[in-house]
């Protein structure tokens, strides 16, 4: 192991006694995996270059090197969609919050057995609250201290999270899948710390083609080490082979299903594009008040117990 991925391990453990996940940390640095983090701290300027690794303090110099490195996603100006964003206007109880911290606490239960920090979100069919679910799942998540996540747009098909974010959609996955960008040329931040998005990028006509070339888990994989989760938004699992193919470079699979609308048929045959072991989560999104027993539910998270053979 290099002495940055050392650097890099260490930081993460203390992160972790502070409230963070250890265990996260080290698998996610397969030996292979191409270096994104020596290039880059070896190739950047001389000032950070020179901070990362002073004599005396590795471990600060380390987080300062990440911080350095996230840093060079440019800060934009997002206008996120309120009725949809439900974490951005400060109000903490709006309807809706209370499911996703307990969809968000759950995810953290599941992972005391599994490694899970690449988590795609998918449903049978469109419109059954896909984009709405990964968006705000990822907002809740960074609303605990310290963590950081990165939430992608892989619908290459029908992106919508940017405009929920209410920022642009281009340059981003499409750009990096196609060519030569990287990785933070693609990445932005808006303005709630912490929370780092990959759009869509600019709209092509070979989507499959280009969601199964290699290079999307390539970028989870050089991204990976900087995240304490990533979350993948993608298109519907029946049409389209996009999702089950993105779930191969994830970790686990969240399906949403529209209450009264997805019909039970298609839920299963879209549950059957992935393994068993793949499935963590189901969220029945939209639920009406008056027609389920969820009385206080107008959306419900339930994340299903993963059998024995699939813990690490
Ligand atoms: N629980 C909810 N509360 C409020 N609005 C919601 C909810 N779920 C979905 N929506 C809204 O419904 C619309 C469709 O949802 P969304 O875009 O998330 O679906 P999708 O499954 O990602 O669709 P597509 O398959 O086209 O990508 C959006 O305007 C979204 O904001
Ligand atoms: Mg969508």
């Not at 640095?29 to 994104?36: F, I, K, R």
């Not at 996009?242 to 779930?247: C, F, G, I, Q, Y």
Request: glycine residues 4%.
């Amino acid at each position: 192991m290099s002495r940055i991925h050392e650097a890099l391990k260490k930081a993460e453990q203390e992160r972790a006694a502070q409230g963070g996940q250890a265990s996260d940390f080290a698998p996610a640095v397969a030996p292979e995996m191409p270096p994104l983090i020596a290039e880059d701290i070896e190739h950047a300027p001389a000032q950070s270059t020179a901070a990362a690794f002073p004599a005396a303090a590795p471990s600060f110099s380390t987080a300062f090197s990440l911080d350095a490195l996230l840093a060079r996603a440019p800060q934009l100006d997002w206008h996120p969609d309120e009725k949809a964003m439900l974490f951005f206007n400060g109000n903490e109880s709006r309807r809706g919050t209370e499911e996703f911290r307990t969809l968000r606490s759950r995810l953290y239960h599941l992972r005391e057995s599994m490694t899970l920090k690449r988590v795609l979100v998918t449903s049978a069919l469109p419109k059954e609250g896909k984009s709405f679910t990964s968006a705000n799942l990822a907002q809740v998540l960074v609303r605990q201290h310290g963590r950081r996540v990165l939430l992608i747009d892989a619908d290459l098909r029908a992106p919508r999270l940017h405009r929920m974010l209410g920022t642009t959609a281009a340059p981003g996955l499409s750009e990096y899948l196609h060519g030569p960008s990287d990785e933070f040329s693609i990445m932005q931040r808006g303005p709630m710390e912490n929370l780092f998005f990959i759009p869509s990028g600019n709209q092509i006509s070979d989507a499959a083609e280009m969601v199964a070339n290699g290079k999307l888990k390539m970028l989870l994989q050089r991204v990976e080490p900087l995240f304490d989760w990533i979350i993948i938004d993608s298109p519907p699992a029946v049409p389209v082979s996009d999702a089950s193919v993105l779930a191969k470079a994830c970790d686990g699979v969240v399906m949403v299903v529209r209450s009264n609308a997805t019909p039970i048929d298609i839920a299963r045959r879209a549950r059957e594009e992935f393994p068993d072991q793949a499935l963590v989560g189901v969220v029945l999104n939209g639920t009406n008040s008056e027609t389920t027993p969820y009385s206080r539910y107008y959306y419900d998270a339930y994340v299903k117990n993963i059998p024995s053979e699939s813990k690490s």
